[in-house]
């Protein structure tokens, strides 16, 4: 079936991604907002925007039955999560399909399976991939897991079976801690996912977080777009990704990627997906999970291979074939993706809100920057606050570094602090040049008693308040009427 229009069940830079890619296949789009992004320019790109009310995830971009009620309000043949929210909830990509819509991703079984990292495991298991030594079952009664704790010996990881994102995840380094760790995995996996099941398993100490990307279709036919170095992180989530990874060699990408293609035939995977590994200093590799979904980075492998992994997306579900074949598949050159999150690094990259008195992107040969603000915008509290994404694009790594130095210098936000701070001490750090790091490279090497931010002056902190008094004063309007006779939301044109 031909998509004639997608609903974007989601906000910012990958909405902004999404439509996009819909516009340039001829297909209609459809936003949603919630209160707090209404001035948003993935509202204003679509061809049809709706509200959504409430900034509250729960009553806004997590509302499953309001999102499927303006799919078909709107007439949207399809549904397009994008990544978070309910891009990996089974049950709305079942209510999507009941509702006579397509779910632009794998089919709700799929996720169900790999979205369980107990049931993903075992699978990998049986596809014969290795994985993380562990306590394969739920931890039910804190007594049992002591004895199995001290055999596969410390430090160990407690990890929530639903999720993602670093969340419901605790490190035991020793028996005092165990009881403890459990009970706090237990409680964020709960806020989390609102499943408070964890189970345990060895902490791999420094290790590489290498993923292939894979795309599946409904006819059976399977290829890799190659691996992607995540290992730069903070509270085991990622801020830089490239592609290829200098930790990988080509014996271990053909273990790495024969073995991801196992595992997506494993669950009869149709879309575009990851699968996570963590590769030890002794090059042995082990099953992470599966991400059943378009990944934040996944612009990395599309500047490599140059393929569009939306458009992949979209023609998959609409039953086509893949346009790729493996053999056609190649390398091409180095590819950095930076995460520009409204975030203080010298504070323990804490997350930050507020206005944007200047917001101005660095342009030049081999950059992309995928966002979803602009200046004189807000960023709520409500969300994520990854702001965009710095992607850089060159023959080496070597001239990929040097283009990411200079285009962080040229990426200018203001008045809130975000990791561009850490991007420009990365870029001249003597580990990373030399591709030698780990999952604990920002614990390890970054400092920041070492470095004095020139903070904001109280001029600009005044200006940028001024600025955002005078942006909320004037934004008290209504917004334009929708132009379509089949609906009631709104339109306006994007940047």
Known sequence: MKIKKILIANRGEIAVRIIRAAKEMNIGTVAIYSDADRQMPHSRMADESYPLGSPDPADSYLHQEKIIAIAEKSQADAIHPGYGFLSENFEFAEKVQEAGLIFIGPQPESI???????ISKTM???????????????????????????????????????????????????ENELSENVERARSEAKNAFDSDIVFLEKYIQQPRHIEI???????????????????????HQKLVEESPSPAV?????????????????????????????????????????????????????????????????????QGEKLSVTQENIRQKGHAIEFRVYAEDPFQDFL????????????????????????EHLSVPIHYDPLIGKLLVHSHSRENAIRRLKNAIEEYHISPLRTTLDFGKILCSHK????????TSFIEREFKPE????????????????????????????????????NSNGWQRNRR
Do not use: W
């Not at 580990?431 to 780990?438: E, Q, T, V």
């Open 351 to 374: 997350p930050s809100s507020g206005y944007l008195s200047i917001y101005k992107t660095p342009k030049g040969p081999g950059i992309r920057v995928d966002d979803g603000y602009e």
């Open 213 to 235: 990307q894979v795309l599946g279709d409904t006819l059976g036919n399977y290829v890799h777009l190659f691996e992607r170095d995540c290992s730069i992180q903070r509270r």
């Open 124 to 174: 990998a298991q049986h596809a014969g991939v290795p994985v993380i030594p562990g306590y394969d079952r739920p931890i039910l009664n804190l007594e049992e897991i002591f004895p199995v704790a001290k055999k596969i010996g410390y430090p160990i990881l407690i990890k929530a079976t639903a999720g993602g994102g670093g969340k419901g995840m605790r490190i035991v380094r020793n």
């Open 431 to 438: 580990s990373f040049i030399l591709g030698d790091y780990d």
């Open 112 to 118: 169900r399976m790999m979205g369980d990292k107990l």
């Open 450 to 485: 070492n470095h004095n931010p020139n903070h904001a002056d109280e001029s600009l902190i005044a200006a940028a308040l001024a600025g955002f008094v005078f942006a909320q004063k004037h934004s008290r309007h209504e917004p334009a009427k929708q132009k379509s006779k």
């Open 249 to 317: 060699d080509e014996e271990l990408r053909k273990k790495l990627t024969v073995s991801a293609i196992a595992i997506a035939k494993s669950c009869g995977y149709q879309g575009a997906g990851t699968v996570e590994f963590v590769v030890d200093r002794q090059r042995n590799f082990y099953f992470l999970e599966m991400n059943t979904r378009l990944q934040v980075e996944h612009p990395v492998t599309e500047l490599i291979t140059g393929i569009d992994l939306v458009k992949e997306q979209i023609l998959i579900a």
